[in-house]
């Protein structure tokens, strides 16, 4: 098998235990985050009610990613989405970094950056 196809498969794997552990409820909802390699995504769910709260992600419109490094993209992803999620009244979360190693540089600097604005987590 090709080395993507297994690295795709040892992710959801993470990913799957991860998310046996933790849930989002209406109080303290849960903020999953997806990278692909451009781009960097993250919305706020209710898993209780099924709902997503709130998202942010580089390919909104209207968000400039021209002559940015991946790591400032998704700083700015992480401020976008702490600022749309307190003025939802949202200020605690779960984090679900969905399977993605925290100690890569984009993880790490997406969470940092929503800590900074008011998230807590």
Do not use: H
């Not at 303290?28 to 209710?46: E, K």
């Not at 099924?50 to 992480?78: H, M, P, Q, R, W």
């Amino acid at each position: 098998m090709p080395k993507k196809v297994d690295k795709e498969i040892i992710r959801g794997k993470r990913a799957f235990r991860i998310r046996k552990k933790i849930s989002g409820t209406a109080e303290r909802p849960r903020l999953s985050v997806y990278r692909s390699n451009t781009n960097i995504a993250a919305q706020i769910i209710d898993d209780v009610s099924g709902k997503t709260l709130c998202a942010a992600s580089s390919y909104e419109k209207g968000f400039k990613t021209d002559g940015k490094k991946k790591v400032e993209i998704s700083k700015e992803v992480g401020k976008n989405l702490a600022s749309k999620a307190l003025s939802s009244g949202i200020k605690k979360v779960v984090f679900d970094r969905n399977g993605y190693l925290y100690k890569g540089a984009r993880i790490k600097n997406f969470a940092d950056a929503a800590r900074e604005n008011g998230l807590e987590f």
